[in-house]
């Protein structure tokens, strides 16, 4: 939920992200922005790319990182 009150803020203007190549079960589900509906949403360009094969016990990640991509008024 914070990050969702920091987007909303207009306060972020990067994103970083880590992608574990692991997949996990369970019902407990969360997602990187939890809350109302953003309107306008945010829209992130990939900056950098990073590709760890040893990470976590050799099942690699991906190491990501965005910028935030202004918005053009019409």
Known sequence: KIYH???AAGVVDRLYLTLANT???GEIFSS???GPLLDPGSKFHLKSLYYDTVAIG???QLLLSYD???LTKP
Do not use: F, H
Request: no cysteine; glycine share 20%; hydrophobic share 60%.
């Open 68 to 70: 935030l991509t202004p």
């Open 23 to 25: 997949m996990l079960g």
């Open 5 to 7: 009150l920091l987007l």
């Open 58 to 60: 050799g099942a690699g």
């Open 32 to 34: 990187i922005l939890e």
